[in-house]
C-alpha cells in the first residue's frame, strides 16, 4: 500500500510562487506515474500535471502550462510541483496521486491519492 502525503501549501498574492511536495511511503514510486489535480469549492477535482515513471516524461493541464513545472526526486521518493506566477483562479486543495502506467489525466484511473493541501491565492 502507498501513502501519500503532500505538503507546501498556503496563502500567497497574485504572482507570487509556492513549492508543493508529495512525500511518499510503503513503495518506491520509481515505476509510477504521478500527479497533481486540484479541486477549487464547487467544482471537481481537475488534472493539473503528471509525470511519468522511469524516464519522466511530462503533461500539464493547458490553464498551468508555462507556469507550473512537475518533477520528481525517485531517491527520496518525493514528486514536487513548482507553482509561480499564481492566479487567483488556481486557489483549490491540491492532491498528490500516484498509478502504475503511463500518465493520464483521467482521475479514476490513480489508485492513490494523499488527503490534500489547501492553496489560496489572494488578488
Known amino acids: 500500500q502507498v501513502q501519500l502525503v503532500e505538503s507546501g501549501g498556503g496563502l500567497v498574492q497574485a504572482g507570487g510562487s509556492l513549492r508543493l511536495s508529495c512525500a511518499a511511503s510503503?513503495?518506491?514510486?520509481?515505476?509510477?506515474?504521478m500527479g497533481w489535480f486540484r479541486q477549487a469549492p464547487g467544482k471537481e477535482r481537475e488534472f493539473v500535471a503528471a509525470i511519468r515513471g522511469s524516464g519522466g516524461s511530462t503533461n500539464y493541464a493547458d490553464s498551468v502550462k508555462g507556469r507550473f513545472t512537475i518533477s520528481r526526486d525517485d531517491a527520496k521518493n518525493t514528486v514536487a510541483l513548482q507553482m509561480n506566477s499564481l492566479k487567483p483562479e488556481d486557489t483549490a486543495v491540491y492532491y498528490c496521486a500516484g498509478r502504475r502506467g503511463i500518465a493520464t489525466t483521467n482521475r479514476a484511473l490513480y489508485d492513490y491519492w494523499g488527503q490534500g493541501t489547501q492553496v489560496t491565492v489572494s488578488s
Open positions: 510503503g513503495r518506491t514510486l520509481s515505476t509510477y506515474t
